[in-house]
Structure formats: structure tokens, C-alpha cells
């Protein structure tokens, strides 16, 4: 019973990572091959911005941006001449690394030239381009319209003349000979030097836009290509004039990667098709797909193998056969991006994470992916009826999903609901289902999601839904969580936004007492609050959590007093009186968002920031 003391201390917990199988999938806009030493691979993510070196070909990482602060590595760039030596263009400025990537230091006369004048807008010191000339002079772009050259292998660099119509330089190109320099620009069209950088003209065959990449064919420098917000252009001339290329291309394309004979490219698109040209891009032909559509980043061809890398928005994927086939590179670097867990009333595990819906039937077993009739995204949310083999999963950009056989076979839910980022299961009618848009609030469905209404009214027009909980009073109750109200809806009835105690904190959780349904608990901002009259007036309750935000609650299964805390950076928390009192309970430093006792009794999972984390439930009792 909630608030009913009781002094039994819990059993340590030994934690081990639980997630293995289940693919990391961060977005990866940087990758470098050392050109010379093609077993030190350097790799960028994003959303964590985080840089990752490995010696062993990409098979085992580390991580190598303790030097860079949080910074985004937009490029990557090896100096000819000393293995060793590496740049990195960052979010904020230029770092240099003299020991292979370990360490790095900020190049010191860059940072504040790159910045825009200060009467332009949006100062910014980006560094989007690093290129390297057969003569090892290199040349750096970015938020200015200002390039910049440095003839000393990076310690030092001077600026070429800004572009004349201003902006940020995205791309940066030398002809093979390293006679003509190319600058591709935000909206301004391509520009061309031919005295190093001190004065540019504009490239009149290509309009006044974006150009984002410019790649030089390998084996016939005649050939050149540029990625244009407006089609993908050609060159036969070394780069002096341009012609639209690719009238069969369809989406946007993404990346260009030049072939191993003269005259062949490869265009990666957007969404998910791969194309081939063997005349130096006169005409193009389907030549595969990738299992996912979504942004290619970054594309560049195995200086020793041959074969085809690329950083998509789901991790690195590489291609043994010229684009023909894709796998995923087994060994991506960085954590799994875990959102939700839930179990079906036979006891399987579902998982949903950025790399799509993983399943187990057992949490010690490695998870394995769930194609079968879902869509290759991220996926957002997932759940299950609790008396039913009824499933539903939310995917980005492809709306909710269910499953009437336990998840053997999906079917989509008309009309789809835009990115569903929670699902709520009525859990005495399968066929009734809440769910949480992503930056909006609920959609419910009576009719197993054939139908959609919206259930807005009470609720505030700017409202955006951070929880729901289905409380089983008489009548039914429905909370509703915001950013910073908590709501409550009887029976069909409207919202009633409710506990002004709570105005101003997200809730994140809410857990009613299994014995006395009135008898409530949620996590919010500022700890753990209590209601002893269905939510209607709330208390602060539990001391241990003061101040700490409280993501997740979780009441042992046949032991109401003994209740878990997922806290935002503090870990786990247990109590042993109700919530009375808390004491830690592990994954120190980390921030849950779920968590879960196995239907056996016998593990305890939670979902964190940095993976799916197991312990025995049964070391605990």
C-alpha cells in the first residue's frame, strides 16, 4: 500500500548491458580513412556530436573528442606527408591532432577570421570544408564566405579573397593538378579561382544556389560532378563549363561517389536508390537501394579494398559490390538510441530504438530486428496489451503500426498518426489506444486504429503531451502530462487541468496504487508527488528524490510497497515504505526512461541514456 511504512533494505544489484544485437544507428556525417594507413579509421556522430577513433579497421572504437568540448565535427581531413597528422572542422573552429586523432588542439589563428563580419547575420565559426592539393597546401571553408590556405601542414593559415556574394562557403574542391580551386556556396551558386583563392568568378552554367559537394573523377580529371539544391551537374571540361545531369535521378541526391574506372559514379538519393553512370554521367541506371531511405551524409570509397562506405542518418552501411547490396557495418560506433520496452502476455521483449524494433524472448538472448512488414525507421514506441497478443509500434515519419498475432505480422493504421512517440492501451479493450504525437497532443481510437479522433477539449492549444496513464477508478480516469500542467478526464468527459502544485514541472510518470486505485504516485521535475483522492490535490512526497527529476515508476509486481524511481542523471532509486523514503539503487550518473520486471520475476531491466541495462530481480527480494 502506498505510504505504509516498511524497513526491509534492499539487495545490492549487480547491472550488466543488456541490449547486444541491437544496432547502434546514430547518425554519421563524417568519416575518414587514413589514405595511408587504411586500418585507422576516424568517424563522427551527431545527436550526441561525439568523435570516435579505431586501429583495427572499424571493428572496436574509442572515443577521441575529449579535446573538443561537445563540438560537431562537420570534416576530416589526413595531411599528406606525416601519418600522424589530422584536422578536424568543427562546430566552433579548427583542431589539429599530431598523434592520429588521440588528442587535438584548436588551431589558434582561425576561430575568430572565420567568423562573418559582424554586420552580417548569424555569426558563426564553422568549418565545413578541409581539401588537400597534390603540392600538400590546404584549404579550410566555412560560416564566413572567407577561405583560407596553409602551406605548413595546418599550423598555420592565411585567408583567400571572400566569395563576392557573401554567405558560407558548404564545399571546397582543387582540380587534380591543384591549378583551380572550386567553391561551392549557401544559395549563391559555384565559384571558381584560378590564381589560388584571390579573386573568384561565378560559374554561369550553374543558377544561383545551393552546392553542397564537388567531386573530381579519380582516374580521368576531365570529369567533375557537383550536387546542387537544384539536380546534379557534369563537367567534361576539367570544371570550366557544366551541363544538368541525371533527367532519371529521382529524389534528392545526397552523395556522389566516383567510380573505380573511368567514367563510372555512383549517386546515392534520399529516398533509398542508388544509381549508376559509366559515360561520366550522360545517363544513369538503377543499380540498387539501400534497406532504408533517409539522408545519406557521407559517402567515400575504401582506399584499400574498393569497397563503398557511407554515414547515413541510421549509422555506417557499406556495399562490397558497386551499390548493388547494402549491409550494416556491424561494429558502428557509439551506444544504441533506446526509446521504449514492453513485454506481451508471453513473456516477449520489445524494444524500440533508432535502428527500428528489436525482439527477445529472453532478456539474457541477443535482440533480433523486426522486419517483417514494418517500415525500416526509427521506432519511436511500442506496446502491448496486457491480455491480448495485441502490439502496437510508433515509427518516425511512418505513423502507428499493430499486430494481432503477438508480432509475427504488422499492418499500418489508417489514417497514419504522425510520429506517435507514446501508445497507451486501454487495458481491458485492446481495440481503445491512446498515443502521443511528437510536439502535439493525443489521438484515441476506438476501433483498433481505424479511425482517429481528437480528444482536445480542456486541453491547452499549446499543449504538448509528455505522459499518459490509464487509472482504473470508477469511473475510469485519464491523466495527461504536459511540459507544464498535469490534466485529468473522467470517464468521456473534458480535461480538467489539476494539482497547481504541479504548474510549471513536466510530469513524466504516474503509477496508481494496484490496492487503492485513488491512491496515486507521479515523477515530475521537482521529485515524487502524492494524491490520496484520484489526483485531484497533490502533495510532495518522498524524501531522498527532493529536486531530482523523476522519469520513470514502477511498483513491484505482488509487493506494493517496494516501488522503483528512474531519475533524469541520478540513476536508479528504491523504496521499501511506499515512496515514503528513497535509497540509490545503481546506474549512477544515468537517466532512465523505463523500466520493467520480467512477467518470470526474475530481472529487472531499465532503459537509459546509454543502453538496456539487466539485474536479478530475484538478488533483490
Known amino acids: 500500500m502506498i505510504g505504509t511504512a516498511c524497513t526491509a533494505a534492499p539487495s545490492p544489484w549487480r547491472w550488466q548491458q543488456a541490449d547486444q544485437g541491437v544496432t547502434a544507428a546514430l547518425p554519421i556525417p563524417t568519416i575518414l580513412i587514413a589514405p595511408h594507413r587504411p586500418a585507422l579509421w576516424l568517424v563522427a556522430t551527431d ?19 575529449a579535446d573538443l568540448g561537445g563540438r560537431r565535427v562537420h570534416a576530416l581531413l589526413a595531411v599528406p606527408g606525416d601519418p600522424e597528422v589530422f584536422l578536424a572542422g568543427t562546430s566552433d573552429g579548427l583542431f589539429r591532432s599530431e598523434d592520429g586523432g588521440r588528442t587535438w588542439l584548436m588551431a589558434p589563428d582561425i576561430p575568430a577570421p572565420i567568423a562573418l563580419p559582424a554586420e552580417e547575420p548569424n555569426p558563426g565559426r564553422q568549418v565545413y570544408s578541409l581539401v588537400a592539393g597534390p603540392d600538400a597546401v590546404l584549404y579550410l571553408a566555412g560560416a564566413g564566405a572567407q ?18 556574394a557573401g554567405g558560407a562557403v558548404l564545399a571546397l574542391a582543387l582540380s587534380p593538378d591543384g591549378r583551380h ?12 579561382s ?80 542508388v544509381y549508376r553512370s559509366d559515360d ?34 541510421t549509422g555506417l552501411w557499406r556495399s562490397e559490390d558497386e551499390g548493388r547490396t547494402w549491409q550494416p557495418w556491424p561494429a558502428t560506433p557509439g551506444r544504441p538510441r533506446l526509446y521504449d520496452l514492453t513485454q506481451t502476455a508471453d513473456g516477449a521483449l520489445y524494444l524500440a530504438t533508432s535502428a527500428g524494433l528489436f525482439r527477445t524472448a ?36 511512418h505513423g502507428l503500426y499493430r499486430s494481432t498475432d503477438g508480432g509475427r505480422r504488422w ?35 476506438r476501433d483498433a486504429g481505424a479511425t482517429w479522433h481528437t480528444p482536445w477539449q480542456g486541453l491547452d492549444l499549446s499543449t504538448e503531451l509528455i505522459s499518459l496513464a490509464w487509472v482504473p477508478a470508477d469511473p475510469p480516469l485519464l491523466f495527461a502530462a504536459g511540459t507544464e500542467q498535469l490534466y485529468r478526464r473522467v470517464g468521456d468527459g473534458p480535461w480538467q487541468a489539476v494539482g497547481p502544485l504541479l504548474a510549471g514541472q513536466t510530469v513524466f510518470t504516474l503509477l496508481a496504487d494496484p490496492e487503492q486505485p485513488s491512491h496515486l504516485l507521479l515523477g515530475a521535475t521537482r521529485g515524487v508527488y502524492r494524491s490520496t483522492d484520484a489526483g485531484l490535490t497533490w502533495e510532495a512526497w518522498g524524501r531522498g528524490l527532493e529536486e531530482v527529476t523523476v522519469t520513470a515508476l514502477l511498483a513491484a509486481p505482488g509487493r506494493s510497497r517496494t516501488l522503483l524511481a528512474g531519475t533524469k542523471y541520478h540513476g536508479l532509486w528504491r523504496s521499501d515504505d511506499g515512496g515514503r523514503t528513497w535509497r540509490p539503487a545503481g546506474l549512477e550518473g544515468r537517466s532512465i526512461v523505463r523500466l520493467l520486471i520480467t512477467a518470470d520475476r526474475r530481472h529487472l531491466l531499465a532503459v537509459a541514456d546509454d543502453g538496456l541495462w539487466r539485474a536479478s530481480w530475484e538478488e533483490a527480494r
Not at 545527436?47 to 586501429?55: C, M, V
Not at 538503377?286 to 531511405?293: A, H, M, N, V
Open 47 to 65: 545527436t550526441p556530436p561525439q568523435l570516435y577513433r579505431s586501429e583495427d579497421g572499424g571493428h572496436t572504437w574509442e572515443r577521441a573528442d
Open 147 to 164: 577561405p583560407w590556405r596553409s602551406t605548413d601542414a595546418g599550423r598555420t593559415w592565411s585567408p583567400l579573397t571572400r566569395l563576392p
Open 181 to 192: 580551386l572550386w567553391a561551392g556556396s549557401d544559395g549563391a551558386g559555384l565559384f571558381r
Open 194 to 273: 584560378d590564381d589560388d583563392g584571390q579573386t573568384w568568378q561565378a560559374v554561369a552554367d550553374i543558377p544561383a544556389t545551393f552546392v553542397a559537394g564537388i567531386w573530381f573523377d579519380s582516374r580521368d580529371s576531365r570529369l567533375a560532378y557537383t550536387r546542387t539544391r537544384v539536380g546534379l551537374y557534369r563537367s567534361h571540361d576539367g570544371g570550366f563549363t557544366w551541363q544538368r545531369s541525371g533527367v532519371a535521378l529521382s529524389g534528392r541526391l545526397d552523395a556522389l561517389v566516383p567510380g573505380p574506372e573511368p567514367g563510372q559514379a555512383l549517386v546515392l538519393a534520399n529516398d533509398g536508390r
Open 280 to 313: 561520366g554521367g550522360h545517363s544513369w541506371r538503377l543499380q540498387g537501394s539501400l534497406p532504408r531511405g533517409g539522408v545519406v551524409l557521407t559517402a567515400q570509397r575504401h582506399p584499400a579494398d574498393g569497397s563503398i562506405l557511407i554515414g547515413h542518418q
Open 362 to 397: 529472453e532478456p539474457r538472448a541477443n535482440w533480433e530486428p523486426v522486419m517483417t512488414d514494418l517500415p525500416t525507421a526509427t521506432a519511436l514506441a511500442v506496446a502491448a496489451a496486457s491480455n491480448a497478443a495485441v502490439l502496437y509500434a510508433g515509427f518516425e515519419g
Open 411 to 445: 499492418e499500418a493504421t489508417t489514417p497514419a498518426v504522425p510520429d506517435p512517440v507514446g501508445i497507451l492501451i486501454h487495458p481491458h479493450d485492446p481495440g481503445q489506444v491512446w498515443i502521443r504525437a511528437a510536439f502535439q497532443r493525443l489521438y484515441e481510437s
